[in-house]
């Protein structure tokens, strides 16, 4: 008995996964983009950030508790790049993504463009919703995140990152795109290396930046769509032409 | 020589604005775009919103002590619509653009693309930038506000009306685009009509929305570009040919 309610659940969760895959498409109509549909991943504790707590350690001559490397620091290995704060993992960028994809199970999809559908938009902050994305021969995470930077009122923030080093990340633009009822907003830029943090980039407001009402008038029944697109930069390629 | 001097300001400020011009130009370096350079207009006392003290006086039976029309309201009567709070001004629709151009000195534009070059970023909220656009045979109003939604962080709004009414302005999409360092910001949506609230729909948010630090990011030795494109609503145009 308990067997048939456990399939019965099951396939209840894939006609909504369905439902909710189908809804997107509708939104983001354009033929061969991906549809992926992102859980939330609520944070029950933030405290200080990551760079705020690796700064004091630094100031203070001292490492955080939770890190088990030697003292003397190598530029390459990066702090987990997962906005999870209680993650004390650092390694090398070579093996950001298998972290990632082993212990945070994180997804990791394929294409040029794609349509993050980020559930549970109603979560109270602090909240993320992560994805990997690997195109153009490279891998990127895109991280949209609640949180309340003005007590009281929780805003969202969406940027992009690429797994490798920040003069790698200078050849890539990324584009995030809502659309729904007649109301278009498109947020273009260089991606950052997960070497900078995710929490400074958040703080420095430098990505797309959404009040609660303004999300909300993009979001289709708790769920918010984000077209994704990443190209070569042209500047970049222009310069290299020269 | 208080004539010299006076001459000599007059000269440095003719500089001034066209440096300011061609500033504006190379960032939209598309060519044919007229740049707008607009000054704040900075109200020294909000209060409460126009919207909220009609509401009020509606409710309490009684007209603010300001308006000096007839108890039964003319639905095509128009409170200003220029956002200086004081102005006690009503009128038709059609004398709407005379009474900003005379009384409050707004320009007008001509051309279906525009650029409209904010100065002096940094001065405290609330202020306003206004500018109006004519074309495809209209007149648009476009604001940009500097409000404390919450108290102590400013944030700009900006959104564009047509002087005209709501089943004419579900005819056109307005862009709002913001365009430097590699990052760029588009904002797309159909125009309100000034017969809604120009108050009503900065605090419904259903506007351009930035941040202090995303309008730094953007702006340009304290001036804001706004690259403005209006077009005729696609939609319209395809329900029209069915």
């Not at 369905?18 to 859980?39: I, W």
């Not at 309340?148 to 995030?176: C, S, V, W």
């Not at 290396?193 to 980039?201: A, G, I």
Request: with cysteine; proline share 5%; charged share 15%.
């Amino acid at each position: 008995m308990l067997f048939f309610t456990q399939c019965f659940g099951a396939v209840l969760d894939l006609i909504h996964l369905r439902f909710q895959h189908y809804k997107a498409k509708r939104v983001f109509s354009a033929a061969g983009q991906l549809v992926c549909v992102v859980n939330p991943t609520h944070s029950l504790k933030y405290a200080p950030t990551r760079c705020a707590a690796a700064q004091t350690s630094t100031e203070q001559g001292i490492l955080p508790p939770c890190h088990h490397h030697e003292a003397v620091h190598d530029p390459q290995l990066v702090p987990c790049t997962c906005p999870l704060f209680s993650c004390p993992w650092e390694g090398h960028l070579e093996v950001v993504v298998s972290h990632l994809r082993q212990t945070h199970h994180i997804n990791i999809l394929q294409g040029a463009e794609i349509v993050f559908l980020a559930t549970d938009m109603h979560l109270p902050a602090p909240t993320d919703w992560i994805i990997m994305h690997s195109c153009l021969g490279h891998q990127f995470l895109l991280v949209l995140r609640k949180q309340e930077k003005y007590e009281g009122h929780p805003q969202f923030f969406a940027t992009m990152m690429l797994i490798g080093t920040p003069t790698q990340a200078d050849n890539f633009t990324y584009r995030l795109e809502l659309n729904r009822n007649q109301r278009r907003l498109k947020w273009e830029a260089t991606p950052r290396s997960v070497l900078e943090c995710v929490d400074s980039v958040i703080s420095d407001g430098d990505c797309l930046v959404l009040n609660t009402s303004l999300a909300q008038l993009f979001s289709d029944n708790g769920s918010l769509a984000i077209g994704i697109a990443i190209t070569t930069s042209k500047v970049h390629n222009a310069e290299a032409e020269i």
